[in-house]
Structure formats: C-alpha cells, structure tokens
C-alpha cells in the first residue's frame, strides 16, 4: 500500500554514468561502436496541437545539429509535470541519449502540467487519441530521421504498449519498464481478482496529479482558469472504478488484450521485487515481433536505479536499442538471448542494503524449452511430495489479519516496504513443507497451484505463498498468489460457488527467479486473507482444500555448465547506493491483542517536503499519509484512509492542491468517500466531497 509507485521514480532517480561505454561481453558479438558524441541543446517548452485544438506542452531535448543532421526521436509521455516533477529525471534522461544521437521529447498528457484540456481518468481515450498525432507530428520535424521510438515507465510504459497496439506507422520500437498491458490484471486495481487496497492509494494520488495547477511562466495569466477546470471537471474516481469489478467495456477500452497488433519491437524490463513483473513473460511469450526482455532484482525502478542491486549500465543498453531500431545499425543486440534475468540466492529481508547475491543467466527464447515443471502433491500430512496422496479435505484459515509480512504490493523503499521474514503469518495459515532438497534447485517462471476446494458461500479468495525454509528455521518468501475462487478464468464473469461441491481453479504465483539451496525445504502457506493489500470476501467462509486433489506445478531450470557473459555492465553497490528520502517514510504493521481477535493496523506517513528547482525559480513539494485497519471479528472492518497533499511555489504565487479518499465495506457494497480541495494563496478556490454506495459484483 505504498502512495503510487509512480510517485517515488521521479525524485529517486540516480544519475548515470554517460562515461562508461563499453563494448558487449560476448565473444561472439561484434565491438559495438556508439555514435559520435553530439552537443545537446534544450527547447524548455513548444505546444503541439492536437487535431481537436488542444496543445499539448512538450520539453525537447536534441543534438545541436539535429536539423542539418536529423536523429530518430524518443517520446516519453507522462503526467508528471515536466516543469517540476521529473525535470531532474528528464535531464539525467537527455544527458545520456541526445548526445549519443537521439531527440528526447518530454511530453505532459493532456490536462496534466501545461498542457491543455481535461483528463479525469488513466488512459482515458482522450489520451489515448493523442499518440497517433503526437508521434507523426514529431516525426515530421526538421530535427527528425522520421523515426520515433516511446520510452517509459510504470504509466509510460503503459501507454507506450497502448501506442505499440495502435499499428503507428512511425513508432518503430517501445522500451517498457514496470509497466503492464494489461491494467486490470497487473496494474494497481486488482490481484487476481481481487479487489486491492492499492486502488484507493493510486486512485487518491492519481486525482492528485490530475488536478496539480499548469506554471504561470509557460501559459500566462490563463493559469487560473486552467487550474478551476481541471478541478471542476473531476469525478469521483475510485467510486467509478469500483463500478468495473470485471473485466467490461472500460477494461476493453485500456487493455492490450491482442498482442498481434502490435508490430514494432519491444524491450520490455521488470523487477522481481515488482508488481508488474509478470509483464515480461507474458509479452514475451505472446508478441510475434522482434521482442526482448529483462528481469533484474529490483523494486519499480529502472535497471540503473536498481534498488535491490545489483544495478545495470542500462546508458549502454538502452542506447544500443535505439540505435538498432532508430538508427538502423544492425549492432548485434537482436542476436542475443530473448531473455535476460537474474536469479536472486536470497530475499531482500537477508542482504538489504547490499546487493542482492545471484547471477544473470539468459534464455534464447520464452517460454525457454528446457525449463520444466516439477508437480508436487499437497498430501493430507501436510506435505509437499511428488508421489499422489489420498483426497481428503483440510480448512482453510480464515484468519483476516494474515498477510502482514507481504505489506505492500510494490515495494519502492526496501528498508521498509519489502516482504519479511514470513513465520508470523506461516503460523497462522495451513503449510505444507517438503522434505528437505538433496540439491539445489533454481525456480524460474510462475509456479501454478492446480486447486481443488469446496467453499460454503458464494464468493471465497485465496492466498498462496511459496517460502523457503531455511536450516534455521526461517521462512523466506520466494513469490505468492492470490485468487478471487468466484470469477471465470479471465474475470469476465463471476458465477457464485455451489455450497458443498468440489470446483477446481489454477492459481498463477508471480514470476520468480529464484535459487534455492541443498537442504532447504519448500514450504506452501495457504490463508483466505493477503491483508493489507487483498480486501477480504463480503462474508466469513468455510473454505476447504482437497489434499491428494491439489498439487502444485513449480518451473525448474536446469543447470548449465555455462551462461553467456552479461551485454553491459554490472554496477555494484560500490558504485552508490539511491539516496534516502530527506524526510523517510515511516511504514509498519502493528498489532493489537492475541492472534485471535486482535486487530491490525498498517501505518505510513511523509510530511510535505519543499524541494527547490533553481532552472525555473520554484520550490515544489508532496506529501501523503496513510492508515488501514482490520478487526479480526469482523469480516467487514477493513477500513482504508489515504490523504495525498502537493505544493507549489515562487514569489507571490503559492498553490495547494489536497486530496483525500476513505473506503470501507458491508456485505452488499463498498462505501467511497472522495474529497478535492484547492488552494491559492491561502484561499481556498475549490472543494468537492462524494460519497458512494457501490455494489459488490462479486468482490
């Protein structure tokens, strides 16, 4: 339940060594040779009209010579006000590509930053439209080759698949990282689906950046105006997307659900320590173009940032990308392995803050051939063993409290964010452990718990976490699922659970890649809840699960005498670690009272810190603060509170924008109250409150 995983990449982002070129590791592979480098120059605004009269605000950033020697040009796309947000990102960006031959341009999305008009969603189609333009208008420029590449992360590499999907003649290949196809799936509303807390979280701070006020330098006294219309114009956000529980209309309208559409090649990069990890063997698996992957350590981050480390000269292979596809030069990146990443020898909780032990290992193709799966039976002993076992059914905990040790969904402050040591909630949930490994095994890909259950109430979820049990005794988690057990097999549709029959449902886990050691053992922790991030079914259940029936299969891959020597360079923690947040955040998840009836609660807060940007003469700050609570006598306590606060100032202009979401439960429906004030200089100008009553639709 972190505030958005977006909000935290901007003001962590490191800078990059633009020194360090070096040529790829493999033998096999020619010297690559970057281009010459090149003067940079800064356009620090231009409008681009949009064909319905809108003008979009973009900050360009080009060789000097560009238009006696035009270069392919690299659209990122975002709403994190160019201006302030990201400025320091931005250049760090520019400061590596532009010089190596590449035009960077920064666009706001419509009704964010100074760009006009109004948004008053995520991905709305109104932006959506916009892309098409957007890239040909940039293709057409004096400075351009005629070829546009987007780059992103998290929300711009979503709406860079968006854009891969739309068949733009111009947009010949996308970098997305931390991102997703699929927003319903893998983004922040729900996990497997099931509703989760992270919707209120992101829905809060998404308001927030919808209705941030445009900077009186770039549009004038017509700021004011701006700003009361984004904020007349917003709706109550979280409250309209509880409406679309399933997969609908507006789910179809924002996924890429047929990857054939999409013809330009893609790089695609997640983390294990991230939620939207399972983009990258899926695309991988599902794209027919000229495709790549890579999966590092890290939490939502770019593989430079990586925090966990180890980090990545990504300068290097981002720039080697760009340099095939806009550029045209065959420098032998294509020719190597489809996917890179790395498995991790222990957990976040073990190392943090050092790197992360592990090696990079590559496959030629996804999914890899040689990697299988090995079926293990969940037996009435509570085991976990190969051989088949009697059926016989075993309760499932239906404990609400269970989860604490997975606190967040994405993790972007390691020290406090990632998942624990896991025996608190083990102790509490049905285990099954193996006996211990005679060797060590390497689990890559996504484990798929084949589940066969009786339940006594319509709705019912799951939880399945996959730990390693060290010879200590310590319970390591190695990846987890969770299953809302009413919806069909792509939440189109839920039919409620006959009371008392045997159903079956697969459980993905995410994507791991993960070592385990000789004389370890595995261990599956199953529970009904994964609170703080999973809201709870509308009634208590008594859910069974039929042991001999259920097994588990886990991807193993095979032992090589040999892997291929990674293509850039590995940065140690040597080399710098992220820095710290002036202010820290502070996250916990405390308790109250015995396991049975205690209550939890999860806690986190950062006060609004001002930061100064000198290039534009204006100090800018956010803040947030967060609190959710769960009784365990009562199904329906879950209560979530997110406050998320922005700041903005220079000389005489002061302006302060607030927003505030509360979600709580019955049987029957989700109650939302929703909240937006705006302010300048001390005025409050706006302020709008809802309250919604929205119908559980299988939830």
Not at 8 to 35: E, L, N, Y
Not at 338 to 347: E, H, K, N, Q, V
Not at 443 to 464: E, M, N, Q, S, Y
Request: net charge neutral; aromatic share 8%; charged share 25%.
């Amino acid at each position: 339940m972190a505030p958005s995983r977006r909000e935290f990449i901007g003001s962590t982002a490191s800078a990059v060594a633009v020194a360090g070129w070096h040529r790829p590791a493999w033998s096999a592979t020619p010297v690559w040779a970057p281009p010459p480098v090149r003067k940079l120059k800064v356009i620090e605004n231009t409008w681009i009209p949009m064909p319905d009269g809108i003008e979009l605000a973009a900050r360009i950033f080009m060789p000097e010579d560009a238009e006696a020697a035009p270069v392919g040009a690299i659209l990122e796309m975002l709403p994190y006000r160019k201006r302030v947000g990201y400025r320091r990102s931005d250049d760090r960006t520019a400061a590596w590509l532009v010089p190596r031959g590449f035009a960077l341009v920064r666009v706001d999305v419509r009704g964010t930053g100074e760009s006009g008009g109004i948004i008053v969603n995520e991905y709305d189609l109104p932006e959506q439209a916009d892309v098409a333009p957007l890239v040909r208008w940039i293709s057409r420029q004096p400075w351009c080759n005629g070829k546009v590449g987007i780059r992103g992360i998290s929300y711009g590499s979503i709406n860079a698949f968006q854009a891969a999907a739309k068949g733009i003649p111009e947009l010949k290949a996308i970098v997305a990282a931390m991102g997703t196809e699929n927003g319903y799936t893998d983004d922040v509303h729900t996990l497997g689906g099931c509703v989760i807390n992270e919707k209120v979280v992101w829905g809060t701070i998404w308001k927030q950046t919808m209705i941030d006020p445009p900077d009186p330098e770039l549009v004038g006294d017509r700021w004011r105006g701006m700003w009361l219309e984004r904020l007349q114009a917003q709706q109550p956000l979280v409250s309209e997307w509880m409406r679309h529980q399933l997969v609908d209309q507006y789910w179809r309208d924002r996924i890429v659900s047929d990857l054939s559409k999409v013809k330009c090649a893609v790089y695609v990069v997640g983390g294990l320590e991230d939620s939207y990890i399972n983009t990258v063997p899926r695309t991988l698996e599902r794209l027919g173009g000229p495709r790549k992957g890579l999966v590092g350590p890290w939490g939502h981050h770019w593989p430079h940032e990586g925090d966990p480390g180890p980090r990545l000269d990504w300068a290097v292979e981002e720039t080697r990308w760009w340099d095939r596809w806009l550029n045209g030069n065959d420098n032998g990146i294509m020719d190597e392995p489809m996917l890179r990443s790395f498995i991790a020898d222990a957990t976040v909780a073990q190392r943090h803050p050092a790197d992360i032990p592990g090696r990079w290992v590559a496959e030629q193709r996804w999914p890899a051939p040689s990697i299988a799966a090995r079926r293990l039976h969940l037996t009435p002993g509570k085991a976990l063993q190969a051989a088949a076992a009697p059926r016989t059914r075993i309760a499932v905990p239906s404990a609400l409290t269970i989860g604490g040790c997975i606190p967040v969904l994405s993790p972007t402050d390691m020290s406090s964010m990632a998942p624990t040591e896991q025996s608190d909630d083990d102790k509490l949930s049905l285990v099954f452990d193996s006996e211990p490994l005679n060797a060590d095994i390497d689990i890559v890909g996504r484990p798929t718990l084949r589940l066969v259950f009786v339940a006594d109430k319509p709705i019912a979820k799951l939880a399945v976490r996959l730990n390693e049990i060290a010879a200590d005794g310590r319970s390591w988690l190695l990846t987890y699922g969770v299953r809302n057990l009413a919806h069909n097999a792509d939440h189109t549709a839920w039919t409620p659970i006959v009371a008392g029959a045997e159903q079956t449902q697969d459980i993905l886990l995410n994507f791991t890649s993960r070592r385990v050691r000789k004389g370890s053992r595995l261990r599956l922790s199953v529970s009904q809840s994964q609170w703080p991030i999973v809201w709870p079914a509308p009634e208590q259940v008594s859910l069974q699960l039929v042991a001999g029936a259920t097994a588990i299969d886990i991807p193993i891959r095979p032992a090589r005498a040999r892997e291929p020597d990674m293509p850039v360079e590995v940065l140690s923690d040597k080399s710098g670690k992220m820095p710290a947040p002036a202010d820290p955040t502070k996250r916990r998840v405390t308790y109250e009272g015995p396991a049975g009836p205690r209550r939890a609660k999860f806690g986190a807060a950062r006060t609004v810190e001002m930061r100064t940007y000198d290039a534009v003469a204006m100090r800018h700050g956010k803040g947030f603060s967060a609190e959710a609570t769960i009784d365990e006598s009562d199904i329906n306590s879950y209560r979530i509170a997110f406050t998320s606060e922005n700041a903005s100032e220079r000389e005489g202009w002061k302006v302060a924008a607030k927003v505030a979401t509360t979600m709580t439960s019955t049987p029957t429906h989700f109650v939302v109250e929703e909240r937006i004030e705006g302010w300048h200089n001390g005025e409050r100008i706006h302020e709008a409150r809802w309250t919604n009553r929205i119908r559980r639709d299988g939830n």
